[in-house]
């Protein structure tokens, strides 16, 4: 017998015998009703454990990671509202069950056992993926075990005043709610975990609201791995701006008394707490893990003899709550009845196709007051003599401030974030002026964490703005990219499309700076973006794209739920020149607010027949400058700026490729990963003219001299177009 069949028969033998753990005698505000209501949800939580496993081996379920142990959570959902968003632990099946038991019209033993079946009627992932979550109970999915849910939650907590301040049109958490956030005690020692507790408390020292509940469900255990005993009390109990409460996981009277507590304490200061849970956990890890082939079986049966329901059924016995026999009885009928529903459940349909599976992976559009641009008034107010300014050719860096401050007069839910964007105006200026235009809660200087500064355009999503971060050089999107990739956009895939971040992520990359940074600071690879089921990924090359790709950006994100990553290539920021010094080639002029590029359209300069050059970004610049030396050889080409990177523009390219008989792709990203390599398999399907490729090389880049070394140049451009002009068709 495994240990789950171990624990059911102790449970049944021990009860029905009177063999009851000691422990301290019920106390505190839990009332016999709710007691009895909260060990209902604790069985229902056993039963499904045990059945998950019971599919899993009959072929019918297919991931299994149980909350056994952890029925005490229950007590905490008691202690909160319904519309206290909640980040949840895996192992927090009866905190979903109990927050179920406060919204009338739930069916969670179904809905769960569908997840467990994967079937595709399953209400929260439909058949994705096996997660905790539903939208009626203010559940997001949450797949992460390493702690990535800490980040987004404190960026809720942040949204929850921010929206007091002004609340934005598809704001869903009520002014009053809190955030509730729990984790293991092995996933506290991560450093996300740790980044998010020090930015909740960082935050919490300026006094800014932060209304945050952390739960620590500590059972001594990461898979197998102990945590040192007392560790997690010493770290967390004397820690600045965080209130630390601490119960007996085992004992829902002491566990509703300390989250009662703490909840409140959360409510009514409107800073973070941490709640210390003391529980154990049952059967193993997850899955087919056995915890007796790591850990000494006498240590094993000493968790299992702790079983909480077992201090449960004592606990309502001595408040008179419950006797033995009807606590036994009612085990035994929910386990039972779950085992009759899940002979149905297994019995619902499947995803079966790729488009079934990817259904989800866009989330539906949102419905939005529609808007009739900044007004005139408005304008003349925030812009000033930036008004006349617009009338004359600028450089990218100035256009994309004029467009953030456009967008942000004509959509009030938009949040700039990021280190540096505010007082400073970013490394480069380009969010000059936009905080004392729009203030400090708005433009918002972070402290210097990339996750955190993620995890609050995530949080601040859930609660309907429209967050714009930065990450300030590309290469410092690697200490957070998990937030995109596991995080934000993952969630409308495991939701089915019922939850969803929406933002526009703005990172300053690419290379071709002169003399500055070398690797961190130049970066050229895009891989792991485009890499990321969902996402979109833009590139200008002027001013004027940019400033146009930008608001089309903010339409993406607002109205239709995207996630963007907007990149803006550094030494475009300044360039003014073209082809000359002083010939102010490659500057444009502001388009009206009420200009776009739409998401797919790509750009063309000229219509020459002989030769199509396709690139991007840095590449898009230097081959208008080869493009000039080809047409006085007499070769007659056109450039085509690609723009949109995720997906690619398959369709505008194609059209934009008509009647050219050779196309060479150059692509400033590295020839192994780079967008080249997509555009090549797309030629060899599609071309039926040759066509090459010019990429940058496998590496870092260098600072000084070499800084260009291994990218693309325009001298190259030219020799590669004569090489490719000179091949047999």
């Known amino acids: ?428 200026g380009v969010t000059q002026k936009l905080q004392a235009r729009f203030g400090a809660a708005r433009v918002i200087d972070t402290l210097l964490d990339e996750q955190s500064i993620l995890g609050l355009a995530i949080g601040m999503a859930h609660n309907g703005f429209v967050p714009i971060p930065e990450i300030q050089f590309l290469a410092y999107l690697h200490n957070a990219e998990d937030q995109l990739r596991g995080e934000a956009a993952t969630l409308p895939f495991f939701s089915n499309g019922q939850f969803a971040n929406p933002m526009v992520i703005r990172i300053a990359g690419l290379g071709y700076q002169k003399g500055f940074g070398g690797h961190f600071h130049n970066d050229n690879a895009l891989a792991v973006l485009r890499d990321i089921p969902g996402v979109i990924v833009a590139v200008p090359s002027t001013g004027a794209d940019a400033a146009m790709m930008l608001r089309e950006c903010v339409r993406l994100a607002r109205a239709e739920n995207r996630v963007v990553v907007f990149v803006e290539p550094i030494a475009l920021y300044p360039m003014r020149d073209l082809l000359a010094e002083g010939d102010g080639g490659w500057m444009t002029r502001y388009p009206a607010p009420d200009r776009r590029v739409a998401l797919g359209e790509v750009g063309q300069h000229g219509e020459g027949r002989d030769l199509a050059l396709v690139s991007f970004g840095n590449g898009h610049y230097l081959c208008r400058k080869a493009q000039a030396r080809l047409g006085e050889g007499g070769i007659d080409a056109r450039v085509v700026d690609l723009r949109w990177l995720a997906p690619l523009p398959m369709e505008g390219l194609r059209a934009a490729l008509d009647g050219v008989r050779r196309v060479l792709f150059v692509d400033e990203t590295r020839r192994s990963g780079g967008v080249a390599e997509a555009l090549m398999a797309w030629a060899a399907e599609t071309l039926a003219v040759p066509f090459a490729r010019l990429s940058a090389e496998d590496s870092f880049i260098a600072t000084g001299p070499a800084y260009a070394a291994t990218l693309p140049s325009a001298d190259g451009i030219e020799a590669a177009a004569r090489a490719l002009m000179e091949r047999d068709t």
């Not at 009851?20 to 939580?45: E, H, Y």
Request: charged share 20%; net charge neutral; glycine share 8%.
């Open 1 to 428: 017998m495994d240990r789950a069949g171990i624990v059911h028969e102790n449970f049944l033998r021990r009860v029905a015998a009177g063999d009851l753990p000691p422990g301290a005698p019920p106390s505190g505000p839990l009332g016999a009703t709710d007691a009895v209501a909260l060990f209902r949800a604790g069985c229902l939580s056993r039963a499904l454990d045990r059945t998950s496993r019971a599919m899993q081996k009959a072929g019918q379920g297919f991931y299994t990671i149980g909350s056994s142990g952890h029925e005490g959570v229950a007590a905490v959902a008691h202690a909160l509202r319904p519309t206290d968003m909640a980040f949840l632990h895996y192992r927090d099946a009866a905190f979903q069950i109990a927050r179920a038991g406060q919204v009338p019209g739930q069916s969670i033993t179904w809905d769960m056992l569908l997840s467990f079946a994967c079937s595709a009627e399953d209400p929260i992932s439909g058949g994705r993926h096996k997660v905790l979550g539903s939208r009626a109970l203010m559940i997001p999915p949450q797949t992460s075990t390493i702690a990535s849910h800490l980040p987004k939650a404190v960026g809720a907590a942040y949204a929850i005043g921010a929206a007091r301040r002004a609340r934005p049109e598809h704001a869903v958490l009520p002014d009053d709610a809190i955030i509730y956030c729990s984790f293991g005690d092995a996933s506290a020692n991560h450093s996300t975990a740790q980044g998010a507790f020090n930015t909740a408390q960082w935050t919490a020292y300026q006094s800014v609201p932060l209304p945050i509940l952390f739960c620590c469900e500590d059972n001594g255990i990461g898979i197998s791995v102990r945590t040192p005993r007392g560790w997690i009390e010493a770290a967390f109990k004397h820690r600045p701006g965080l209130r630390y409460f601490a119960a007996d996981g085992l004992d829902i009277h002491d566990t509703y008394r300390a989250a009662s507590e703490a909840a409140a304490y959360v409510r009514r200061h409107r800073k973070p707490a941490f709640l210390h849970l003391r529980t154990v956990r049952l059967y193993g890890h997850a899955g087919a893990d056995v915890a007796t082939s790591y850990l000494p079986r006498a240590e094993v049966e000493a968790d299992e003899a702790n079983d909480p329901l077992l201090h449960s059924v004592r606990l309502l016995a001595e408040a008179g709550a419950l006797d033995p026999a009807q606590a036994l009885a009612i085990y035994t009928d929910t386990c039972a009845r779950v085992e009759r529903v899940a002979a149905e459940a297994v019995t619902r349909p499947r995803l079966r196709s790729a488009a079934d599976v990817m259904a989800s992976l866009i989330p539906p559009p949102r419905p939005c007051t529609p808007t009739n641009g900044p007004a005139p008034e408005a304008r003349a107010a925030v812009f000033g003599s930036d008004l006349k300014a617009m009338a004359e050719p600028q450089h990218m860096a100035r256009l994309i401030t004029w467009a953030l401050t456009d967008l942000m007069l004509e959509h009030p839910e938009i949040a700039l974030m990021g280190e540096d964007v505010g007082r400073k105006g970013g490394v480069y």
